[in-house]
T-cell receptor
Framework: GDSVTQMEGPVTLSEEAFLTINCTYT??????LFWYVQYPGEGLQLLLK?????DKGSNKGFEATYRKETTSFHLEKGSVQVSDSAVYFC?????????????FGQGTTLQVKP | ETGVTQTPRHLVMGMTNKKSLKCEQH?????MYWYKQSAKKPLELMFV???????ENNSVPSRFSPECPNSSHLFLHLHTLQPEDSALYLC?????????????FGPGTRLTVL
């Protein structure tokens, strides 16, 4: 079945370090891919998305490229800040044109230390 | 996003109680969703509504009963819950029920079942 696998956390980095959170997926058809972020005590917020192969989503210094050949959508940021500490969820949306089902990975906790 | 609100933010209930969770979206969207977020597990889609009609029930026990009286409001009625139902319940909405449309999440209701 369709699924998303993220690297296990927590990931602990120092401020200004480079971040990579790996995400791979299994899906039939052509999914859209998303990264959501959840700050402590809050709901999920969309961070970025890509809807077709080779698209790059970007927002707030974060980037991810939809790689169909490796079925991956890794999240990267060149220089993390303490305020980036949160849980990051990779997700895919799959189905016919009239469905919007999101399948999430298990989430990766990022801790950034000053 | 502040366009999706949920009340209450916290709820403690006994196994014999009946309570309801409320979600309201101010975005003019046509699709709404209930998700369950348990510790150490990926987010689980529970229900999907499009134009006030339920289009998906993801094998959710009957002690959870959704209601969508109009496109702006979504309820989750709870009765005779179990302690393992304790979780964060998230509501989301999207403009349409298509895989490329972004889902916007509310802050969630933290439910504790005693």
């Amino acid at each position: 079945g369709d699924s998303v696998t993220q690297m296990e956390g927590p990931v602990t980095l120092s401020e200004e370090a480079f971040l990579t959170i790996n995400c791979t997926y299994t899906a039939t058809g052509y999914p859209s891919l998303f990264w959501y972020v959840q700050y402590p005590g809050e709901g999920l917020q969309l961070l970025l998305k890509a809807t077709k192969a080779d698209d790059k989503g970007s927002n707030k210094g974060f980037e991810a490229t939809y790689r169909k050949e490796t079925t991956s959508f890794h999240l990267e940021k060149g220089s993390v800040q303490v305020s980036d500490s949160a849980v990051y969820f990779c997700a895919l949306s799959i189905g016919s044109s009239n469905t919007g089902k999101l399948i999430f990975g298990q989430g990766t906790t990022l801790q950034v230390k000053p | 996003e502040t366009g999706v609100t949920q009340t209450p933010r916290h709820l403690v209930m006994g196994m014999t109680n009946k309570k309801s969770l409320k979600c309201e979206q101010h975005l003019g969207h046509n699709a709404m969703y209930w998700y369950k977020q348990s510790a150490k597990k990926p987010l689980e889609l529970m229900f999907v509504y499009s134009l006030e009609e339920r289009v998906e029930n993801n094998s959710v026990p009957s002690r959870f009963s959704p209601e969508c009286p109009n496109s702006s409001h979504l309820f989750l009625h709870l009765h005779t819950l179990q302690p393992e139902d304790s979780a964060l319940y998230l509501c989301a909405s999207s403009r349409r029920l298509v895989i490329t449309d972004t889902q916007y999440f509310g802050p969630g209701t933290r439910l504790t079942v005693l």
